[in-house]
């Protein structure tokens, strides 16, 4: 990777805003880092926050908390754009009028066992690239030292696998590669195939962070009758929520970019446009009825109570 790769993958690595080391590190690039209860900048850098959030992050967390992913969103995350075509991502809100995570409490991170990827990694950032002419995407790590972070200057030294396994990474990794895979082509490849961009966004938005409404989505008769999903697929994904955000990858890849995943039913396409006329058809007429009564209001003879300013009776 040449340095101009390199700093536009800096660039937009979530830690933008911070010194990152100008190397892309290897995975066995030894650092010299450790965290722990003692140093004395404990939870500072969960005092001022910028956490983006994978799929199996919210997943994570809605299912720790008992909330629904679309309780969980409202309550915890705002969105951001993602690209330049406005693809939806969605970051840790802070506290109220504050810039604190809300899962910091004196004693560190409450929710510690089901934390974001974001911050298992730190202070090393995760870097995914994919170049046009290649279909997998390759990985480096930078490393972040802000001056607020003391863990530095601690003496152990490991290489960044180590800290990886320590931090338990390697599965959100795992998990998230479909997602991560299906950005990188969408930021590679420009706009959409085939779709009005807002309504990829929605179906984006959805199939990767509202995982309960997506599943209803997948549910609903008006996706049964689109798609021929198998019997045996459809029990695994109503009753796993992993093997659900699996499928949703897959179906995005193939509402996005036409790769093959589902069949559709026949006859599928006509009836979507027969519902997509219909609806087009329903909100002219609205539009035009409520021409017309503006029309028919503007040439009333008929004088109204307050037609002559006094608001009067008579
Ligand atoms: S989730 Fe935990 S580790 Fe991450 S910012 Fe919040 S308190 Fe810190
Ligand atoms: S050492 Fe760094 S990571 Fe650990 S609490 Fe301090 S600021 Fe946070």
Same mark, same amino acid.
């Given at each position: 990777?040449?340095? !101009? #790769?390199?700093?536009? +993958?800096?660039? =937009?690595?979530?830690?933008? *805003?911070?010194? $990152?080391?100008?190397?892309?590190?290897?995975?066995?690039?030894?650092?010299?880092?450790?965290?722990?209860?003692?140093?004395?900048?404990?939870?500072?850098?969960?005092?001022?926050?910028?956490?983006?959030?994978?799929?199996?992050?919210?997943?994570r967390?809605k299912?720790?908390?008992?909330?629904?992913?679309?309780e969980?969103?409202?309550?915890?995350?705002?969105?951001?754009?993602?690209?330049?075509?406005?693809?939806?991502?969605?970051?840790?809100?802070?506290?109220?009028?504050?810039?604190?995570?809300?899962?910091?409490?004196?004693?560190?991170?409450s929710?510690?066992?089901?934390?974001?990827?974001?911050?298992?990694?730190?202070?090393v950032?995760?870097?995914?690239?994919?170049r046009?002419?290649?279909?997998?995407?390759?990985?480096?790590?930078a490393?972040?030292?802000?001056?607020?972070?003391?863990?530095? !200057? #601690?003496?152990?030294? +490991?290489?960044? =696998?180590?800290?990886?396994? *320590?931090?338990? $990474?390697s599965?959100?990794?795992?998990?998230?590669?479909?997602?991560?895979?299906?950005?990188?082509?969408?930021k590679?490849?420009?706009?959409?195939?085939?779709?009005?961009?807002?309504?990829?966004?929605?179906?984006?938005?959805?199939?990767?962070?509202?995982?309960d409404?997506f599943?209803?989505?997948?549910?609903?008769?008006?996706?049964?009758?689109?798609?021929?999903v198998?019997?045996?697929?459809?029990?695994?994904?109503?009753?796993?929520?992993?093997?659900?955000?699996e499928?949703?990858?897959?179906?995005?890849?193939?509402s996005?970019?036409?790769?093959?995943?589902?069949?559709?039913?026949?006859?599928a396409?006509?009836?979507?446009?027969?519902?997509?006329?219909?609806?087009?058809?329903?909100?002219?007429?609205?539009?035009?009825?409520?021409?017309?009564?503006?029309?028919?209001?503007?040439?009333?003879?008929?004088?109204?109570?307050?037609?002559?300013?006094?608001?009067?009776?008579?």
């Amino acid at each position: 990777m040449d340095e !101009q #790769e390199f700093n536009n +993958l800096a660039k =937009e690595s979530p830690f933008r *805003e911070s010194p $990152v080391m100008p190397n892309m590190l290897e995975g066995d690039t030894t650092i010299q880092f450790r965290c722990h209860r003692n140093v004395k900048c404990w939870n500072a850098c969960c005092s001022n926050i910028d956490i983006p959030l994978t799929p199996y992050d919210i997943l994570r967390l809605k299912n720790r908390l008992g909330l629904s992913s679309a309780e969980f969103l409202q309550q915890y995350t705002f969105p951001y754009e993602l690209d330049k075509d406005g693809l939806p991502g969605v970051k840790f809100q802070p506290v109220e009028g504050g810039t604190a995570c809300q899962f910091m409490v004196a004693e560190g991170c409450s929710v510690y066992e089901d934390r974001p990827a974001a911050c298992r990694y730190y202070p090393v950032a995760l870097l995914s690239m994919r170049r046009s002419d290649e279909y997998t995407d390759r990985t480096g790590y930078a490393l972040v030292q802000e001056k607020h972070c003391l863990g530095h !200057q #601690e003496e152990r030294k +490991l290489t960044i =696998e180590e800290y990886r396994q *320590e931090q338990g $990474v390697s599965d959100y990794d795992e998990k998230s590669r479909g997602w991560r895979q299906l950005i990188l082509k969408k930021k590679s490849t420009g706009s959409t195939v085939g779709k009005p961009p807002m309504i990829s966004n929605q179906l984006f938005f959805m199939a990767s962070y509202d995982m309960d409404r997506f599943r209803a989505f997948v549910m609903s008769p008006s996706f049964n009758e689109s798609y021929m999903v198998p019997v045996e697929t459809m029990a695994e994904i109503v009753a796993d929520d992993e093997k659900l955000m699996e499928f949703a990858f897959n179906f995005l890849k193939q509402s996005l970019f036409n790769e093959k995943f589902l069949e559709e039913q026949e006859g599928a396409f006509e009836k979507h446009r027969a519902r997509l006329n219909a609806r087009g058809q329903a909100i002219r007429a609205a539009m035009e009825q409520g021409r017309q009564k503006m029309e028919d209001d503007k040439y009333d003879p008929e004088p109204r109570p307050g037609d002559c300013g006094c608001g009067g009776n008579d």
